[in-house]
């Protein structure tokens, strides 16, 4: 049997993204068109649930099966279309998605989640993962404030997986989206050094095949030839942050292809492009006469091997880091009411002045003083902890996991 994965960021910010009804409308056609022929979907960024009603009303006669999940102010973005029923659905919103101040990023009030559809394939149960991590704006680890973020988002997206992929109800598991995680980054190779996920790029048999008008270096985002792309130092010819990654229950699956696809939209006049990101795509073949693989007992598997230890020992350290990053913002936000405190019962001059401009800019000064005193209150009382608690939690996980792989059973 085999079976067809396609995973696509599809840039779909309205009022800020180029071109989006008819980038859509594109992919409709392409997804639509007999070449396609894919068995799951996995989209990233379709942050209207109008535009993901309208995608799946134009292609249900194909797709038949599809779900969207709900999260935040926005959404989360990510959706699941599938020519095979889904037969449950489960979600895992990140504890750890951003800051509310920093507005012009939106990852907060996107409510960013791992999505989980089990999908019945001829009696197989194969777990099919959606998921979309923190950008990164920043691009050098000294600036990135969302490092920490990231690395608790990619040991919450393992935790999800090891709870809800069982090795006796689960044949096939697939991670698909936008991990924002480069294949060097320690939370990439956390994922799949716990997960002991294979890379589908890396690991495909005909490395051959691949979309011309792409090349085969993988690439997937931040391309030179993207017009949607704003180019920042330090861009190199991109980034490959989108994977399709897998694991079967009986070792009885091949990945025969796999590589970026969906740049530049074919036989257009206007230079139309799908998205900022390119898809990715995956044939896998699945052995069904393989016999069915005995469990290993607990005392059979090694919890943590080495690697994951100096892993897991330096995402504790990242984690550590931001937690004492926490401490100081508290400390800088307490200077920040002291400051606003006595600049609003200061500078109010002479109470019999007659001049109305004076009378608006003290009024006008007040109320800055105190709604940046409100705002920095907000962040010592509840913001701030709660993002240390969050951090703290996942931190704790970790460190458990490194205790444990100490016992012998």
């Known amino acids: 049997m085999k079976l067809r994965v396609l995973s696509l960021n599809i840039w779909g910010v309205h009022f800020m993204a180029k071109l989006i009804d008819k980038r859509i409308q594109a992919l409709i056609n392409h997804l639509n068109s007999p070449e396609a022929d894919y068995d799951i979907i996995g989209l990233q960024e379709v942050w209207s649930k109008r535009d993901y009603i309208y995608i799946q009303n134009q292609i249900k006669s194909i797709y038949s099966h599809s779900y969207y999940f709900l999260s935040g102010v926005i959404g989360s973005g990510c959706c699941i279309f599938s020519k095979y029923?889904?037969?449950?659905?489960?979600?895992?919103?990140?504890?750890?998605?951003?800051?509310?101040?920093?507005?012009?990023?939106?990852?907060?009030?996107?409510?960013?989640?791992?999505?989980?559809?089990?999908?019945?394939?001829?009696?197989?149960?194969?777990?099919?993962?959606?998921?979309?991590?923190?950008?990164?704006?920043?691009?050098?680890?000294?600036?990135?404030?969302?490092?920490?973020?990231?690395?608790?988002?990619?040991?919450?997206?393992?935790?999800?997986?090891e709870s809800t992929s069982a090795a006796d109800t689960t044949h096939l598991t697939i991670l698909l989206g936008d991990l924002n995680l480069r294949t060097e980054d320690l939370g990439f190779q956390l994922i799949r050094g716990i997960l002991q996920l294979h890379d589908s790029f890396l690991e495909r048999i005909n490395k051959d095949i691949y979309d011309p008008t792409v090349g085969n270096n993988g690439l997937t985002c931040d391309l030179l030839d993207n017009p949607y792309v704003t180019p920042y130092q330090l861009q190199g010819e991109g980034e490959r942050i989108d994977y399709i990654l897998y694991r079967a229950r009986n070792d009885n699956v091949k990945c025969l292809e796999a590589y970026p696809t969906l740049h530049k939209v074919p036989n257009d006049s206007n230079r139309l492009y799908y998205s900022d990101h390119l898809a990715v795509y995956a044939l896998f073949e699945i052995d069904e006469k393989a016999p069915e693989k005995k469990v290993k007992h607990l005392e059979d598997v090694e919890i943590v091997d080495e690697e994951t230890r100096a892993l897991l020992s330096s995402a504790c350290v990242i984690v550590e880091g931001t937690i004492q990053r926490l401490q100081r913002e508290r400390i800088f936000f307490a200077l920040g009411i002291f400051i606003l405190i006595f600049i609003l019962f200061s500078l109010n001059g002479n109470s019999l002045s007659n001049s109305y401009l004076y009378t608006i800019f003290i009024i006008f000064k007040d109320i800055l003083c105190i709604i940046g005193t409100a705002i920095c209150i907000w962040f010592i009382c509840f913001g701030k902890p709660v993002e240390r608690n969050a951090l703290s939690a996942v931190q704790n996980a970790m460190r458990l996991r490194l205790r444990v792989a100490q016992f012998s059973y």
Not at 103 to 118: E, N, S, T, V
């Open 85 to 161: 029923p889904i037969i449950g659905v489960y979600e895992h919103r990140y504890s750890l998605n951003g800051f509310p101040h920093k507005i012009q990023h939106g990852d907060y009030f996107a409510g960013k989640l791992i999505g989980l559809c089990k999908i019945l394939i001829n009696g197989h149960v194969v777990n099919v993962y959606n998921t979309h991590l923190h950008a990164n704006y920043h691009h050098v680890i000294p600036k990135d404030i969302y490092l920490g973020h990231r690395v608790c988002q990619a040991y919450e997206l393992i935790q999800f997986i």
